[in-house]
């Protein structure tokens, strides 16, 4: 009988001292990209069934096995343990286990440095402490839960556009270029998460009050995934005129409509070099009011009505000497 009354107890002390103390949670359940921090929360739920906690452990899934990441733990300074470099980068973490009630570890990313599909992952947390019923050490782990995502975004990365004389091998650095050149502008980045959008130029010239698009189709690129985005490139060319003394060539996506709305957009200021666009222009020689206008042979005709003026000279004086 005495036996048997034992075997009867000693499963119920093996249940308590083994029930789940630690649980997970992400907070929101659901984390719009880019718009919500992404946090998770390592607890206790039974703190009565622990006279202490010595650590607490957030693990994130890597193929087949869980790698830690972050921890906090009695008897070591500081007491936040990183295990993940690369998350100790971008992310924080804070926690605390004076005691079973308040015992804690919070990971946060911040909105803008959340990595998307790669930290939308299967995390869970593992603690260990010394239990109150039986006063022995007890290491329990959550069931896994998979952070869940919805991509809400708009493009926000573009690069600046990248210029190159039609037919040069490679991208020019410079920006200003003689009448009739032929330049090939290109801009790469973000156009959201739909593959079917593209990378939208417009342009503005002097004295024009805004930027208008360009009427030419631009020579796209295939969208590629990056992340929970698509990228492409775009490609336009252009021949620079005498009109162009000063242009704003924009490249943008994400845009709402009207040139220079895009979410993601970039310039880039492409002018003609000025002797181009004077020397043809007709000028005026200092102290004289003759106008220099090129003729078809080379010469000016201010050139020309000098010349005849001296031969009529001389023609007069030699008829005043036969006289």
Known sequence: MT???????????????????????????TVNFRENDLVIVCSITNPSQLASVFFIQLLKNSSTLFDDVVSVATGQTPPIQWKDSTLQYRAS????????????????IDKNRVICPSDFNVYKCRMSGLTTVVSEAVTQETTPITISYIVLALPTVIELPRVKIINGIFDTPKRQFSVGTAIMLTCQGEVGTDPSKTIRWC??????????GFAQTPIDSEASPSGCMFTRSSTITYNLTSQ??????????????????????????????????????????????AINVPTTDGTSAAGTISRGLMRLTVLILHILLAV
């Open 3 to 29: 036996l048997g009354f034992m075997c009867a107890i000693l499963p119920s002390l093996s249940l308590l001292a083994y029930a789940q103390n630690i649980e997970i949670q992400a907070f929101p359940s």
């Open 93 to 108: 973490a804070t926690g605390s286990l004076d005691s079973p009630s308040t015992a804690q570890l919070r990971f946060t």
């Open 203 to 212: 342009a503005q010239r002097t004295k024009e009050f805004s930027f208008t």
């Open 244 to 289: 162009d003394t000063f242009t704003r060539f924009l490249c943008e996506s994400g845009d709402s409509g009207l040139c220079g709305t895009g979410t993601a957009i970039q310039y880039v200021n492409i002018s003609i070099t000025e002797w181009s666009y004077t020397t043809n222009n007709p000028t005026i020689d200092e102290g004289s009011s």
